[in-house]
Antibody, heavy 121, light 108 residues
Framework: QVQLQESGPGLVKPSETLSLTCTVS????????WSWIRQPAGKGLEWIGRIYTSGSTNYNPSLKSRVTMSVDTSKNQFSLKLSSVTAADTAVYYC???????????????WGQGTLVTVSS | AIQLTQSPSSLSASVGDRVTITCRAS??????LAWYQQKPGKAPKLLIY???SLESGVPSRFSGSGSGTDFTLTISSLQPEDFATYYC??????????FGPGTKVDIK
């Protein structure tokens, strides 16, 4: 079955750019939506944005000015960049596959195991 | 953005109990709602989508209902492995997709 694995630095300095990659195994990355979702310690889930395998993106308006997503279908990977980070961006970051309906709206399955990113100098 | 609230925020229950969790949307979302289970240190796991469709492999003791603004997740007979936090998520109007704040189910 499809499995997702996040990778990237666990520590990022304030004002710098957080960069994460999600590698998809056990299936093709094609013809699905792929999302990033984050969860600060002890708190709820926040959807960051999604990318389709064509490269089309949608971002959370609250983060849109700082988010860039990309996809590399040859490597079965997609990536997240979040610029100008602050301590408020410290969270576990999950990648997830978006299942979709007629409206191209997404619910998420499966998820990666998550990776903790801490923003600190 | 559509806001989701969940009640209760936490509950204590015993093995074998029937448990009901409510999710309310700030505006009508038809049946575009999913439910997830999250255990400590783990990623969320999809249980229900389209408000009442059981994801493949999920035990039948889990069920979902509702449409419009009011939804429920029911666990018919709570099992030891069901102690976890449960989140609802709407996908009617986006971006953004939004999640409820979660309901923690722990052992009485």
């Amino acid at each position: 079955q499809v499995q997702l694995q996040e990778s990237g630095p666990g520590l990022v300095k304030p004002s710098e750019t957080l960069s994460l990659t999600c590698t998809v195994s056990g299936g093709s990355i094609s013809s699905y939506y792929w999302s990033w979702i984050r969860q600060p310690a002890g708190k709820g889930l926040e959807w960051i944005g999604r990318i389709y395998t064509s490269g089309s993106t949608n971002y959370n308006p609250s983060l849109k000015s700082r988010v860039t997503m990309s996809v590399d279908t040859s490597k079965n990977q997609f990536s997240l960049k979040l610029s100008s980070v602050t301590a408020a961006d410290t969270a576990v970051y999950y990648c997830a596959r978006g299942k979709y309906n007629w409206n191209h709206a997404n619910w998420f399955d499966p998820w990666g195991q998550g990776t903790l990113v801490t923003v600190s100098s | 953005a559509i806001q989701l609230t969940q009640s209760p925020s936490s509950l204590s229950a015993s093995v074998g109990d029937r448990v009901t969790i409510t999710c309310r949307a700030s505006q009508g979302i038809s049946s575009a709602l999913a439910w997830y289970q999250q255990k400590p240190g783990k990623a969320p796991k999809l249980l229900i989508y389209d408000a009442s469709s059981l994801e493949s492999g999920v035990p039948s003791r889990f069920s979902g209902s509702g449409s419009g603004t009011d939804f429920t997740l029911t666990i018919s007979s709570l099992q030891p492995e069901d102690f976890a936090t449960y989140y609802c998520q709407q996908f009617n109007s986006y971006p953004p997709f939004t999640f409820g704040p979660g309901t923690k189910v722990d052992i009485k």
